[in-house]
């Protein structure tokens, strides 16, 4: 079983900055992909920003210059940096991980981290 678990999360004004992390542990083979998502109340979850094992990355366009994904691929560990943040940015944040583990593929997701921007 593989677990995700998140941290990072809280209250912070605007322009302010937060710094996610995301470990992922069990009996994990590889791990393709990570990523994270947010969700906003009435909204529907959407992708914040991704990563793939050989360091590509993708970017939401309204966090592309404000937000950078990392990852530590022998820590089985994913970083989302969030600078100049905006009110706009307040939602449950999800981490997301494609893993190879006992013989199979997994989509795993965290149980989420709450981002509040205050204005």
């Known amino acids: 079983q593989v677990q995700l678990v998140e941290s990072g999360g809280g209250l912070v004004q605007a322009g302010g900055s937060l710094r996610l992390s995301c470990a992922a542990s069990g009996s994990i083979f590889s791990i393709n992909a990570m990523g994270w998502y947010r969700q906003a109340p009435g909204k529907q979850r959407e992708l914040v920003a991704a990563i793939t094992s050989g360091g590509r990355t993708n970017y939401a366009d309204s966090v592309k210059g404000r937000f950078t994904i990392s990852r530590d691929n022998a820590k089985n560990t994913v970083y989302l940096q969030m600078n100049s943040l905006k009110p706009e940015d307040t939602a449950i944040y999800y981490c997301?991980?494609?893993?190879?583990?006992?013989?199979?593929?997994?989509?795993?997701w965290g149980q989420g981290t709450q981002v509040t921007v205050s204005s």
């Open positions: 997301n991980a494609d893993v190879l583990a006992n013989g199979g593929r997994y989509d795993n």
